[in-house]
C-alpha cells in the first residue's frame, strides 16, 4: 500500500538513479547514481545521510550491501570497490 513519496535534498540532484536497495532489517535505503558516479545514503524518511562520489566510479554497473550493513561493494566494470561506511 502506497505511504508516501520521498524527494531528498540532494546536490547534484538525483535524476537518474538506477537501483536502490533495503531490507526490512537494513537501517538505510541505498542509491546507485553512476551518472554523477555515486552512491547514496539516505535514512527511510529521505534525509541525506552520506554521498560517496569518485571519478573512479566511471562504469557503476551494481551494488551489494553487507547484511551488517558495515560494507558497501560497488561493481565498477570489472572492478569491485569496497566502502566502509563510519
Do not use: C
Not at 553512476?34 to 551494488?63: C, H, M, V
Amino acid at each position: 500500500m502506497y505511504q508516501e513519496s520521498l524527494k531528498p535534498k540532494l546536490f547534484p540532484p538525483l535524476l537518474h538513479g538506477l537501483r536502490l536497495k533495503t531490507s526490512a532489517r537494513f537501517k538505510y535505503l541505498y542509491v546507485l547514481d553512476p551518472w554523477e558516479k555515486r552512491i547514496i545514503l539516505l535514512t527511510k524518511s529521505g534525509q541525506l545521510l552520506k554521498q560517496y562520489q569518485s571519478p573512479a566510479f566511471d562504469n557503476l554497473l551494481d551494488f551489494a550491501v553487507s547484511s551488517n550493513e558495515k560494507a558497501i561493494y560497488l561493481l565498477n566494470g570489472s572492478l569491485i570497490f569496497r566502502i566502509l561506511p563510519s
